[in-house]
């Protein structure tokens, strides 16, 4: 199994501030995906990510993957109310045969109004 | 894309029985998951399932769990004697009809263990 290590674990924001979240590991992986989990429900895609130093915007949300493919991060600009929610990173290793996901423990974002 | 549905939703059992999970991928792909999440944990890979056949099983994927896709379409993980360990979310998942890396989950299945 390949170890992600998210952080921080939690990050509570007011409105309009920017942050980041990082996903980390001492593995190589062939991609990497973020997700965003509410309560209950099922981690939703919001990224893949392929190649190495690879950046990928999605409206305020920015993410890279490290040029070595080890890493990851999740930068959100002016952050509202709505952006508040799990993110979770989840990588594929490189010598998967069936491209199977292994999760980081995920980042609680808060954004108070 | 479209959606990955499960049921039930919401699955209580008492400690000993079986259970039935069932996914339905709208569309034909080539893998299929089955991951899980206990309350506070990570989402944990349980097992892949390739051409009507288990690809990859974790170790926690063991001999009460099975998997089948018995009509083609729905994809089921069933656990034979439940115990109080295997409360959690399960989610099915499919693999993205053109990435191969990108994998879309359904809703989940809360099970709980009385």
Not at chain 1, 58 to 78: E, P
Not at chain 2, 35 to 63: A, H, P, T
């Amino acid at each position: 199994t390949q170890l992600l290590e998210q952080s921080p674990q939690f990050l509570s924001i007011q409105e309009g501030e920017n942050l980041t979240v990082y996903c980390n590991s001492s593995s190589v992986f062939s991609s990497l995906q973020w997700y965003r989990q509410e309560p209950g429900e099922g981690p939703v895609l919001l990224v893949t990510v392929v190649t190495g130093g690879e950046v990928k915007k999605l409206k305020r949300l920015t993410f890279q993957f490290g040029d070595a493919r080890k890493d990851s991060s999740l930068h959100i600009t002016a952050a509202q109310p709505g952006d508040t929610g799990l993110y979770l990173c989840a990588g594929e290793a490189t010598r998967s045969n069936d491209y199977k996901l292994s999760f980081g423990a995920g980042t609680t974002v808060t954004v108070r109004a | 894309e479209p959606e990955v549905t499960q049921t039930p939703s919401h699955q209580v059992t008492q400690m000993g029985q079986e259970v039935i999970l069932r996914c339905v991928p709208i569309s034909n792909h080539l893998y299929f998951y089955w991951y899980r999440q206990i309350l506070g944990q990570k989402v944990e890979f349980l097992v892949s399932f390739y051409n009507n056949e288990i690809s990859e099983k974790s170790e926690i994927f063991d001999d009460q769990f099975s998997v089948e896709r018995p009509d083609g379409s729905n994809f089921t993980l069933k656990i034979r004697s439940t115990k109080l360990e295997d409360s959690a979310m399960y989610f099915c998942a499919r693999q993205h009809g053109t990435s191969m890396y990108t994998q879309y989950f359904g809703p989940g299945t809360r099970l709980t263990v009385l």
